[in-house]
């Protein structure tokens, strides 16, 4: 009987992802470092926007601005980064509930941390209009 | 001003350990020895190759195997002339079934040594492989098929 | 609504470096027929789920029908989800009173890709993925919330984990705190079919058959900021629905420990045994792990030693989805 | 016996090479608001999301389902993903009517959609995996030589696949959502454009395209809206291995088998002279002609004939795809959808500039994998 076999294989692909008109305003607002969120009719603000209020599904009623600075609510320390992620240094997983906001985003802190932390996010020497534009929260 | 961003790129790199599996590893370690063996279903007792393990109408394991001729006939062909990311050949290329003898069922594999337009449905093909040093497990140790000179 | 039971259910969770999705599922479908005497020619109704990007190639389910020997031509769908929701979609076609019976499974080599960074694909592709946030982590975000409001500990935790049969190990590291290794689930192959009959020919077919009496599943936002991830309003609105109260045995298909204890109180289990099979953190096939949940409980109706059961089933990131099937003898 | 089951709302986006105006919650919203409209509901009033795509790895989401549920407004709700290759669209439509037929909902909105533009679908269907050289180039690749063997064993003319591009593209000029407007498209044009699968040309083949399809499906009960609604008189779905020995996958006994079913659940024995429209899963133009066959339309062999005698273009005897079908727009887990939407369209007297006049009878149709999973639905302007 002879070994079954077994080799390397690779799902690589750029996907080119269009935003439509909430996530253009996001990512646009990303790499103006600013942080846009979207106000349902109910009036709650939700960052990252999207085009609907997500407990209902209606349209949400306009884009606002946020504060690049808020609060964490729950977080976890990861002591070994994996390569993808967005820092190669031990770092924690946060939900973070910017200022201006009524739903809390997920990013990564570089620092001190506790439920309650203030925390800032920190910009990117370039910006692109990506996720990544924050390099991260740092303690506000 | 700089414009809106409209559009993203997402990298997506993801690494997997394929197994092709214990019937197709059987198929393809004889084929690194220049045979083809299929394997016959215990209860149709059609003969399959390359074998994926079961017997699709009957899903039952195909366990017993059979070594096929290397000649037999084209069942149905396309001559390719689009490019596309991952190709193995350069266009234009002929990519037919063929059933060898013995076998029930026809498999993919390009046919050369021949004009295009003479190749046709019901003609008889032989395998040519590639030099032995080139022998693997994969399909592509045979170069393609061609015309029997019968 | 016309009556339907689990009446045959079997399972395979392992490593497996040899055999394709096709060479695992094979025997698990030949077994589940064997139980109750069937072939694939006595099935009306055939449904499937597994995952294209386990297995890292599109159309992984076609190849897979190869197991059942899809001929002459079988009624047959397939979802890209747990197959838990493959046994709903099959309970809702045997509604229409003119199939019998339905052969149900799911298939998955959760070994083969690198699963943690393959379940980044599974959430919001422009805002989530480009962080590559594993599953692991984002547990712990939810297990820190459930921790500090509820006030319970690291050692409540540690407790759902040895009641399961994990090797505890409180000095360990933590994976991403607050979880440690026995908090998570291993990673795991599988494949599990189940047969579903309608009245008399369930009867026939088995002696106990595991009549579902209450089967429905919810969904929740998917932005974990959007939600109260310390509670479960999907798996309780779906529990109410399908009258999950007053049973003795549940499985729960809780992959962490602390979302055990979530599902345990949105669901109320007061005095009813939780995961005797060990549940998901035994082994947690993904696609296959939420089947085997309806599987293992109504094993327990099957074969006697309980009266009412509960099966249920979780997909996508901190339970954003779920899924509850109640079982019962008559 | 099953409930019946009422389509009350209807909704398609405008199709195109790349949406890059939307993202995917864009996508499916478009299509999903313009259901909910013509259906006079908002997302408050569905019970339940039923959505289709085809394979994930389009996009490169695993269960997009699951963060496309709060823009579908699921939120609190039941929501399910089906998944059954090309044939998706229209599965996904049987999966959410068998919620209505069942008895289980009154209203369920039910989704399917392709963004294509995120990936390369040639590179989605021709992937690489080891041990086994990428010889079948795309779904391309793998039917033309079951075209072929169509044409020799059928003896058709070898310009049928012609005539259908032209008449396909003809007729999408006539619908607004289609991708491919090509009004002054001729026979030559066809004939000469690059042989790409010989003997499949370029212009014989789908365009790859961005779009959705949605669709409100109803209880009796249910069923008032500001459109008279289109009523479910069958329904089926089969599977057939895709590789076999002895496999016709020229007529594939799965598709004889899926028609047969379906028609008899709606009493329909002379499809050709009962249907007054059809709207089949054609995506590369020869398969009309086969089709033909496999849905019992024409005797073995004669399928073509139907074709070149003109009976199914749009003022034929047996109108097929006045929408311009799969060969104007073809978003691939949408096209199923597609179909049965446009079915149901015709017999709501919906279908604008492609109504085919006082069409009261309908048949949608997808295909997928290697010609081997079915989806049918009979649709009808009476409830059966």
């Known amino acids: 009987m002879t070994e079954p076999l077994v080799a390397p294989h690779v799902l690589e692909w750029g996907y080119t992802r269009s935003l439509g008109p909430t996530l253009t305003a996001f990512f646009t607002g990303l790499r103006d470092r600013k942080i846009v969120g979207a106000k349902t009719k109910t009036g709650r603000v939700i960052v990252p926007p999207t085009p609907h209020d997500p407990d209902t599904g209606e349209d949400v009623d306009s884009l606002v601005d946020v504060s690049d600075e808020g609060v964490v609510e729950t977080w976890s320390f990861v002591s070994h980064p994996r390569p993808k992620q967005p820092l190669d240094r031990p770092f924690a997983w946060a939900l973070i509930k910017l200022d201006g906001a009524d739903t809390a985003m997920l990013h990564v802190v570089d620092g001190a941390i506790e439920t309650g932390s203030r925390v800032k996010a920190k910009w990117r020497d370039e910006t692109v209009g990506y996720i990544t534009d924050i390099e991260c929260f740092v303690p506000a | ?150 | 609504m016309r009556d339907v039971a689990v009446v045959a259910y079997s399972a395979w969770n392992g490593v497996e470096h040899e055999r394709n999705e096709v060479e695992i599922l094979m025997p698990v479908v030949r077994d589940v027929f064997d139980k109750v005497g069937l072939t694939k020619n006595d099935i009306g109704f055939t449904c499937s789920g597994t995952s294209d990007y386990l297995a890292g190639q599109p159309f992984s389910f076609v190849s897979a029908l190869d197991a059942v020997g899809a001929w002459p031509p079988i009624v047959e769908s397939h979802v890209e989800m747990d197959g838990a929701w493959a046994l709903y979609e099959a309970w809702v076609r045997l509604q229409h009173g003119d199939l019998d019976t339905a052969l149900v499974y799911a298939v998955g080599k959760s070994t083969m890709g690198d699963l943690l960074d393959v379940l980044a694909l599974q959430l919001d592709p422009y805002v989530l993925t480009p962080l590559w946030p594993d599953p692991v982590s984002l547990a712990a975000l939810q297990a820190r919330a459930y921790l500090e409001k509820t006030g319970k500990t690291e050692d409540d935790l540690a407790a759902v984990a040895e009641s399961r049969g994990r090797r505890v190990d409180r000095a360990s590291g933590y994976i991403a705190s607050p979880l440690r290794r026995h908090d998570c689930p291993p990673i795991t192959d599988g494949a599990a079919a189940v047969v579903l009959a309608v009245g008399d020919r369930a009867r026939e077919l088995c002696e106990r058959p595991a009549w579902i009496c209450g089967i429905d599943h919810r969904i929740e936002q998917h932005q974990l900021g959007a939600r109260d991830l310390t509670r479960s309003e999907s798996a309780k609105v779906a529990a109410d629905k399908a009258g999950a109260s007053g049973v003795d045995v549940a499985e729960l298909h809780a992959p962490f420990t602390h979302q055990e204890l979530i599902l345990r109180d949105a669901i109320g289990l007061n005095g009813a045994t939780i995961n005797p099979s060990g549940g998901a953190l035994k082994a947690n096939p993904l696609m296959v792990a939420g089947l085997e949940r309806i599987g293992e409980a109504a094993s327990r109706v099957l074969d006697g030693s309980a009266a009412k059961v509960l099966g249920h089933a979780t997909s996508g990131p901190c339970l954003q989805q779920n899924l509850v099937c109640v079982m019962e003898s008559r | 016996m099953a409930n019946p089951c009422a389509i009350i709302g209807i909704g398609q986006t405008k199709h195109d090479t790349k949406r890059e105006d939307c993202s995917q919650i864009d996508l499916v919203r478009e299509a999903a608001k313009r259901a909910l409209e013509d259906a006079g509901l908002t997302w408050r009033d569905i019970d339940a999301v039923v959505i289709g795509k085809a394979p994930d790895t389009f996009e490169g989401v695993m269960m997009p389902e699951l963060f496309l549920a709060d823009a579908l407004g699921a939120v609190g709700k039941p929501m399910l993903r089906v998944h059954t290759a090309g044939s998706v669209g229209g599965s996904t439509a049987l999966v959410a009517a068998s919620l209505i037929q069942a008895g289980v909902h009154d209203r369920v909105l039910t989704v399917a959609y392709e963004k294509q533009s995120e990936s390369d679908a040639m590179w989605a269907l021709a992937m690489k995996i080891p041990f086994s050289p990428p010889l079948v180039a795309g779904a391309g690749g793998y039917f033309a030589p079951h075209i072929r063997k169509y044409i020799a064993q059928s003896k058709a003319p070898d310009d049928i696949g012609i005539k259908v591009a032209v008449k396909d593209r003809l007729n999408g000029v006539k619908n607004p959502y289609a991708h491919l407007h090509l009004p002054n498209i001729t026979y030559e044009e066809v004939r000469d454009s690059l042989m790409l699968w010989d003997p499949i040309r370029y212009l014989e083949t789908c365009p790859s395209s961005d779009g959705a399809c949605a669709m409100v499906l109803a209880s009796e009960s249910a069923s008032n809206a500001p459109t008279r609604p289109a009523w479910v008189h069958g329904g089926a779905m089969r599977s057939e291995p895709t590789m076999f020995a002895g496999r016709d996958e020229v007529n594939p006994i799965a598709g004889q088998e899926c028609a047969r079913d379906v028609y008899k659940q709606a009493g329909i024995s002379d499809p050709r002279k009962e249907f007054d429209a059809a709207e089949i899963y054609v995506p590369f133009s020869w398969f009309e002609a086969m089709w033909m066959e496999n849905l019992h339309f024409a005797p073995i062999g004669d399928g073509w004939k139907m074709t070149d005698t003109g009976a199914t273009a749009i003022d034929g005897d047996m109108p097929i795809n006045p929408s311009g079908g799969v060969m104007c727009s073809n978003p691939i887990g949408a096209s199923g959808m597609l179909r049965f939407a446009e079915a149901a369209m015709q017999v709501r007297g919906q279908a604008g500039e492609h109504q085919i006049d006082g069409a009261r009878l309908a048949l949608g149709h997808a295909y997928g994998g290697g010609s081997q999973y079915y989806a049918m639905w009979v649709v009808g302007s009476e409830k059966p």
């Open chain 2, 1 to 150: 001003m700089s414009e809106d961003v409209t559009g993203i790129v997402v990298p997506i790199h993801l690494d997997y350990t394929y197994t092709p599996g214990v019937a197709a590893s059987r198929f393809l370690r004889h084929i690194a020895e220049g045979n083809y063996v299929g394997q016959r279903c215990p209860k149709c007792k059609k003969v399959y190759v390359p074998p994926r393990g079961s017997c699709p109408t009957c899903g039952v394991p195909t366990d017993e195997e059979v070594e096929l001729k290397q000649t037999g006939t084209i069942t149905a062909f396309c001559i390719v002339n689009i490019p596309f990311a991952g190709q193995a050949v350069e266009c234009p290329y002929v990519s037919a079934t063929i059933q060898l003898d013995g076998a029930d069922i026809g498999f993919y594999h390009l046919i050369q040594e021949i004009p295009y337009d003479q190749i046709h449905i019901g003609m008889r093909v032989e395998a040519v492989w590639k030099p032995r040093e080139e022998w693997g497990t994969t399909t592509e140790s045979i170069a393609h098929f061609k015309p029997t000179d019968a």
